[in-house]
């Protein structure tokens, strides 16, 4: 199997802080699937047809440098475009159609370059990287994660409401979970983690143990 760690789970579950996290820590490659689906969703709103817009996303430069994931197209940083709640319900939108995520399958596993990757999705473990090492099922309960995200977005300015957030979080995780192509659904041999009562340090200190007892063989 190859040298994956993939890490699933609901929208606002901390996947993302894990995946940096451990991602520094092993010296691994990063895949946020989610920026890419948002780059996909950014294309997409500026006009871009979608024949073209996976030979755009090529064109990308993602940066995994300090912890982060930057993005820049044509040396112009669009990583704060990229991550703004409008990208993020039409990246949401689009990511049900097969085309969408015909069009992302390969570029996502092109990320793999056999030095170690942590991959950050929806459906990692069971439809991009089945064959990972270690596969986690990352979530928490809605009110939980739509107040990590009202942090988040507070301390990058923007406006946000809180029962707009956990609303829109219960939506989503309903679209992703029932949507016939590739559901949120923990791969049978993931194993689940639930961080509604759990810091990041206590998840990732957890991880880490995962990590070395696969990857150390």
Do not use: C, W
Request: net charge positive; aromatic share 8%.
């Amino acid at each position: 199997m190859d040298k994956i760690l993939t890490i699933d789970g609901p929208s606002a579950s901390g996947k993302g802080s894990l995946t940096r996290a451990i991602a520094t820590a092993l010296n691994f490659n990063v895949l946020d699937s989610g920026l890419l689906y948002r780059a996909y969703a950014y294309f997409y709103e500026k006009g871009v047809t979608t024949n073209h817009i996976g030979k755009k996303i090529q064109g990308l430069s993602f940066r995994f440098n300090s912890g982060d994931v930057q993005v820049f197209d044509d040396m112009k940083e669009i990583t704060s475009l990229l991550r703004s709640e409008n990208t993020a319900k039409a990246a949401s939108a689009l990511s049900s159609q097969k085309e969408t995520r015909k069009n992302l399958l390969d570029i996502q596993r092109s990320f793999y370059n056999g030095n170690g990757l942590v991959a950050d999705g929806r459906d990692m473990g069971t439809v991009v990287f089945p064959n990972a090492r270690l596969k986690i099922f990352l979530t928490a309960s809605s009110e939980v994660r739509a107040k990590r995200r009202y942090i988040e977005l507070q301390n990058r300015g923007q406006e946000v409401n809180m029962r707009d957030l956990i609303e829109d979080i219960e939506e989503r995780d309903l679209r992703d979970r029932t949507r016939t192509l590739s559901p949120l659904i923990p791969a049978e041999d993931s194993i689940v983690i639930d961080s509604s009562s759990l810091s990041l340090d206590e998840v990732l200190s957890f991880t880490k143990k995962l990590a070395k007892k696969e990857f150390d063989k």
